[in-house]
């Protein structure tokens, strides 16, 4: 476990996954909810951005620290009955078709031992040693002439103490952001040129005087430091995350860039994607290709988020005086300019999907739909607020872990406000009887309908239509466990829903669990 907080916010799509396991609020117990980023460029103030804008139900991030995020899962593992063996190194990987043989090593000298496991999940670092055992290894990209030095430490200065809001500064040759840590300490960081910058870790008076510098601000005092640090810049990600029965997640299978605050919160959506496919599989509820399309997801994502933050740095610590000029005016000129270079659903990780998923299959698209839009599969199934039994409440809980046991999918049959949509969605409900993992929702702007055991959840002002483009077309969307629609289909094309769980759940052909 680390001793100091390296990363330190969780944003809100990770919290929704998080919530859906039953972590969530935990977590939030021992964190700052932030509402607000401020931005600066060149000392010009620009308009703050409302970070808690967005159509989730955990719309604050969510600032602590990484080693208090990871004492609190541990703590929650644990309590659940769950063991966690540190000390232990991974010195040999046998894969054969029934499982997994694991050598093991206590400490550099300690006896070996061996594990047998049906799959493996390699969640073990940057400098992970199951990745180069298994062939997936990556040689990272570096950045030159750039470092990033930083202070965890309690703060003093003229702007708010209150730990709801961040603070970045764009300024020459470099980037600097001043943010919440539990326990009231502040992390300040600066990412910049490092011409004529020791290369070892600063001293809090060095750091002192920068920040002074830098915020404009010459009161600013930081005082009781509990870690001072510098870094140099590298990045690069696994050419694959499975490799027969392993699998990468976290830090195992990419090196993540210190911008935007993406690396541990992607590392979240790995635990949490390959955590849905195993139970399936385990309780043989999963076909092959539940496994398969966690490669092809969090792989390509990973990929994406690389390409996206190798960009992000380059356009914040590489700008030059000609480009720093540019911002300089910029900020003058359109007060807005902070939300173009840190937008906010993309640094929430609202729009992360998987448009080229194996699990996608799309009914409501094509010639026979040209103007269907709406949430198509891979992507996010929209939030929205509907009643049960004339109380408000939202699509959220009805979505995400619908069966208690976080294998669950949810199957949303809207009406599209039609009164003939009774037939076709209680056919459709019949249809998925056989797999007690979907679980069926009536999504209702129409007339009433009762079916047992089934939730009527009404949408008489036609928000959840409205978000899922669907007012006057009856439809069927299947969500998946981490809440990413899988299917969607015309109400009355129960039979294309049937074969779609047939070729998903079917687990006759999967590997042996």
């Given at each position: ?64 620290g990484q080693d208090v995020i990871e004492q609190t899962l541990v703590e929650t593992f644990e309590a659940r009955g769950g063991r966690l063996a540190r000390g232990r190194k991974i010195v040999g990987i046998v894969q054969d078709n029934d499982g997994v043989t694991v050598s093991l ?349 089934v939730p009527a959840l009404s949408d008489l002002d036609g928000k959840a239509h409205g978000a899922y483009d669907l007012e006057g077309k009856p439809a069927l969307v299947l969500v998946r466990p981490d809440g990413h629609v899988a299917f969607r289909a015309p109400a009355d094309r129960h039979d294309r829903l049937a074969a779609y769980c047939q070729r998903v759940f079917d687990a006759h052909a999967a590997f042996s669990a």
């Amino acid at each position: 476990m680390q001793a100091y907080s390296r990363a330190n916010n969780l944003w809100a799509r990770p919290q929704e996954l998080l919530a859906c396991i039953g972590l969530r609020d935990a977590l939030a117990e021992r964190a700052y909810a932030i509402r607000l980023v401020n931005f600066f460029i060149n000392g010009t103030p620009t308009t703050p951005i409302q970070i808690d804008d967005v159509a989730s139900p955990f719309p604050q991030v969510l600032y602590s620290g990484q080693d208090v995020i990871e004492q609190t899962l541990v703590e929650t593992f644990e309590a659940r009955g769950g063991r966690l063996a540190r000390g232990r190194k991974i010195v040999g990987i046998v894969q054969d078709n029934d499982g997994v043989t694991v050598s093991l090593r206590l400490g550099d000298d300690g006896p070996e031992h061996r594990l047998r496991c049906r799959y493996l999940v390699a969640a073990d670092g940057a400098k992970s040693t199951v990745r180069p055992q298994v062939d997936l290894n990556f040689e990272p990209e570096r950045f030159e002439g750039r470092m990033n030095r930083q202070v965890d430490a309690k703060l003093s200065w003229r702007r708010s103490m209150d730990p709801d809001q961040l603070w970045f500064f764009y300024y020459e040759r470099g980037f600097c952001g001043v943010l919440p840590v539990w326990g009231g300490y502040h992390r300040l960081f600066f990412l910049a040129d490092d011409a004529g910058v020791p290369d070892r870790d600063p001293t809090l008076d060095e750091i002192q005087a920068v920040a002074r510098e830098v915020t404009g601000d010459e009161t600013l005092t930081l005082s009781d430091p509990q870690w001072l640090t510098h870094s140099r810049f590298q990045y690069g990600v696994s050419p694959g995350y499975t490799r027969g029965r392993v699998f990468l997640a976290g830090d195992a299978g990419h090196l993540s860039l210190p911008i935007g605050g993406q690396g541990m919160n992607a590392g979240l959506h790995d635990g949490v994607e390959i955590a849905w496919r195993l139970a399936m599989t385990l309780r043989g509820e999963a076909a092959p290709v539940v496994l398969t399309s966690y490669d092809d997801e969090r792989g390509g994502e990973h990929a994406r988020l690389s390409a996206q933050q190798a960009k992000g740095f380059r356009r914040t610590v590489y700008r030059g005086s000609v480009t720093d000029a540019a911002l300089g005016l910029a900020a003058k000129a359109m007060p807005s300019i902070g939300s173009l270079l840190q937008g906010t659903d993309d640094l929430q990780q609202m729009s992360v999907s998987y448009p080229k998923s194996p699990l996608n299959e799309d009914h409501l698209s094509g010639l026979a739909h040209p103007l269907q839009r709406g949430p198509r599969p891979g992507e996010r199934a929209p939030e929205a607020e509907v009643t049960l039994a004339g109380t408000t409440t939202s699509l959220f809980p009805f979505l995400y872990n619908p069966d208690g046991r976080t294998t669950g999918w949810a199957l949303l049959c809207f009406d599209g406000r039609s009164s003939d949509a009774g037939d076709s969605l209680r056919a459709a409900i019949e249809a998925v009887a056989p797999w007690s993992n979907v679980r069926p929702r009536l999504v209702l702007a129409g007339p009433y309908l009762d079916v047992k055991d089934v939730p009527a959840l009404s949408d008489l002002d036609g928000k959840a239509h409205g978000a899922y483009d669907l007012e006057g077309k009856p439809a069927l969307v299947l969500v998946r466990p981490d809440g990413h629609v899988a299917f969607r289909a015309p109400a009355d094309r129960h039979d294309r829903l049937a074969a779609y769980c047939q070729r998903v759940f079917d687990a006759h052909a999967a590997f042996s669990a």
